[in-house]
Structures are given as structure tokens and as C-alpha cells.
């Protein structure tokens, strides 16, 4: 019996690194794509999303530079503002 309650004290153990690493892992990608301090903002619940949508008139373009992919990853951001 505690032999038992040893192996399933190990694998719930075990589960929840596997759940920290996956949290982890979420928390990384949406770094990536919202910024850190967003990410953890989201991640912490100091930030929410709105229950009813906004209208709002804005404008968008498309643009397709040749290069400016491979600029992009060379260059630091501050770079830009510089051209």
C-alpha cells in the first residue's frame, strides 16, 4: 500500500512539471508575439480583455519591400527610425 501511494505521489509530481513546462513553454509564444510585459500581464490576470467590441475607422497597408525580411533580422529596431 504505500509503495501505492509512493508511485502516485511521483507521477502527480511528475504531472505538474509536464504542466509547468507546457505553461512555460505558452508563456514564451506569447512573449513573443505580445511582448513580455502583456505576457506577463495576461499571465498574472492584471489584464483583460473587453466583453463588447469597439468600432473604429483605421487604415491599413500592405506593403512587400524586397529585402526587408533579411534587413529585419539584422538590424536592431532602433535602426529603422534612423531611414
Do not use: W
Request: aromatic residues 10%.
Amino acid at each position: 500500500m504505500h509503495c501505492l501511494i509512493k508511485v502516485r505521489q511521483l507521477t502527480f509530481l511528475a504531472m505538474l512539471n509536464e504542466l509547468s513546462l507546457v505553461r512555460e513553454k505558452q508563456a514564451k509564444i506569447l512573449a513573443q508575439y505580445l511582448g513580455k510585459d502583456v505576457a506577463e500581464s495576461l499571465a498574472q490576470g492584471e489584464f483583460t480583455f473587453a466583453q463588447k467590441g469597439e468600432r473604429s475607422e483605421v487604415s491599413i497597408v500592405f506593403v512587400d519591400l524586397r529585402g526587408f525580411t533579411s534587413y529585419s533580422e539584422n538590424n536592431l529596431p532602433k535602426k529603422f527610425l534612423k531611414h
